[in-house]
Protein backbone atom coordinates (compact mmCIF):
# COMPACT_ATOMS: atom_id res chain seq x y z
CA UNK A 1 0.00 0.00 0.00
CA UNK A 2 1.14 3.53 -0.98
CA UNK A 3 0.07 6.72 -0.11
CA UNK A 4 0.53 10.14 -1.67
CA UNK A 5 0.13 13.44 -1.05
CA UNK A 6 0.10 16.34 -3.38
CA UNK A 7 1.25 19.45 -2.56
CA UNK A 8 2.11 22.99 -4.73
CA UNK A 9 -0.72 23.83 -6.26
CA UNK A 10 -2.24 27.17 -6.46
CA UNK A 11 -3.62 30.03 -8.29
CA UNK A 12 -0.70 31.66 -11.03
CA UNK A 13 -0.78 34.02 -14.05
CA UNK A 14 -0.13 32.91 -17.62
CA UNK A 15 3.52 32.32 -18.42
CA UNK A 16 4.28 31.83 -14.66
CA UNK A 17 5.87 29.19 -12.57
CA UNK A 18 5.13 26.52 -10.09
CA UNK A 19 6.60 22.93 -8.88
CA UNK A 20 4.12 20.52 -7.69
CA UNK A 21 5.15 18.05 -5.20
CA UNK A 22 4.00 13.89 -4.26
CA UNK A 23 5.09 12.71 -1.00
CA UNK A 24 5.35 8.55 -0.89
CA UNK A 25 5.05 6.90 2.04
CA UNK A 26 3.97 3.34 3.17
CA UNK A 27 5.80 0.71 0.40
CA UNK A 28 9.50 1.18 -1.18
CA UNK A 29 9.05 4.74 -3.51
CA UNK A 30 12.16 3.45 -5.65
CA UNK A 31 10.44 0.34 -7.94
CA UNK A 32 7.60 2.80 -8.52
CA UNK A 33 7.23 4.41 -12.03
CA UNK A 34 5.45 7.71 -10.66
CA UNK A 35 3.53 9.54 -13.38
CA UNK A 36 1.44 13.14 -13.22
CA UNK A 37 -2.18 13.36 -14.38
CA UNK A 38 -4.55 16.35 -14.69
CA UNK A 39 -8.29 16.45 -14.45
CA UNK A 40 -9.15 19.75 -16.43
CA UNK A 41 -13.14 20.53 -15.25
CA UNK A 42 -15.72 18.61 -17.62
CA UNK A 43 -13.12 16.70 -19.24
CA UNK A 44 -11.40 13.00 -18.82
CA UNK A 45 -8.09 12.41 -16.63
CA UNK A 46 -4.83 13.36 -18.89
CA UNK A 47 -1.61 11.97 -18.90
CA UNK A 48 0.90 14.95 -18.32
CA UNK A 49 4.61 12.88 -17.31
CA UNK A 50 6.07 9.89 -15.89
CA UNK A 51 9.33 8.56 -14.40
CA UNK A 52 10.29 5.46 -14.49
CA UNK A 53 12.69 3.70 -11.26
CA UNK A 54 15.40 3.76 -13.68
CA UNK A 55 15.09 7.52 -14.04
CA UNK A 56 13.47 7.58 -17.90
CA UNK A 57 11.02 9.96 -18.09
CA UNK A 58 8.10 10.91 -20.62
CA UNK A 59 6.05 14.07 -21.09
CA UNK A 60 2.83 14.60 -23.04
CA UNK A 61 2.98 16.68 -26.25
CA UNK A 62 0.80 19.11 -24.79
CA UNK A 63 3.66 19.89 -22.02
CA UNK A 64 6.60 19.02 -23.73
CA UNK A 65 9.27 22.05 -23.54
CA UNK A 66 7.22 23.48 -20.79
CA UNK A 67 7.07 20.71 -18.18
CA UNK A 68 9.78 18.61 -16.57
CA UNK A 69 9.06 15.53 -13.86
CA UNK A 70 11.93 14.26 -11.51
CA UNK A 71 12.22 11.98 -8.34
CA UNK A 72 14.67 11.99 -5.06
CA UNK A 73 13.95 8.42 -3.92
CA UNK A 74 15.68 9.59 -0.65
CA UNK A 75 13.01 11.97 0.07
CA UNK A 76 10.27 9.35 -1.34
CA UNK A 77 9.00 12.52 -3.72
CA UNK A 78 8.42 13.24 -6.75
CA UNK A 79 8.27 16.81 -8.55
CA UNK A 80 6.38 18.31 -11.47
CA UNK A 81 8.12 21.82 -12.81
CA UNK A 82 5.55 23.79 -14.56
CA UNK A 83 7.02 26.83 -16.61
CA UNK A 84 5.49 29.10 -18.75
CA UNK A 85 1.73 28.19 -17.68
CA UNK A 86 -1.51 28.45 -20.16
CA UNK A 87 -4.67 28.66 -19.12
CA UNK A 88 -5.05 24.96 -20.45
CA UNK A 89 -3.00 24.08 -17.93
CA UNK A 90 -5.52 24.70 -15.28
CA UNK A 91 -6.76 21.21 -13.41
CA UNK A 92 -6.50 19.00 -10.94
CA UNK A 93 -3.33 17.43 -10.60
CA UNK A 94 -2.84 14.07 -9.88
CA UNK A 95 0.01 11.98 -8.29
CA UNK A 96 0.15 7.89 -9.39
CA UNK A 97 2.87 5.10 -8.30
CA UNK A 98 2.67 2.44 -10.65
CA UNK A 99 4.14 -1.07 -10.14
CA UNK A 100 3.23 -4.66 -11.84
CA UNK A 101 -0.50 -4.55 -11.62
CA UNK A 102 -0.49 -2.04 -8.72
CA UNK A 103 -1.52 1.54 -8.60
CA UNK A 104 -1.91 4.45 -6.27
CA UNK A 105 -3.49 7.73 -6.29
CA UNK A 106 -3.18 10.73 -4.63
CA UNK A 107 -5.83 12.99 -3.86
CA UNK A 108 -4.99 16.13 -6.14
CA UNK A 109 -3.94 19.44 -6.10
CA UNK A 110 -5.89 22.31 -7.99
CA UNK A 111 -3.72 24.43 -10.49
CA UNK A 112 -4.79 27.64 -12.04
CA UNK A 113 -3.97 29.77 -14.30
CA UNK A 114 -5.56 33.12 -14.53
CA UNK A 115 -4.53 36.95 -14.75
Known amino acids: QVQLVESGGGLVQPGGSLRLSCVAS????????MRWFRQAPGKGREFVAS???????NLSDSVKGRFSISRDNAKNTLYLQMNSLKAEDTAVYYCNAFYSTRQYWGQGTQVTVSS
Open 26 to 33: GSIFSIYT
Open 51 to 57: ISSGGGT
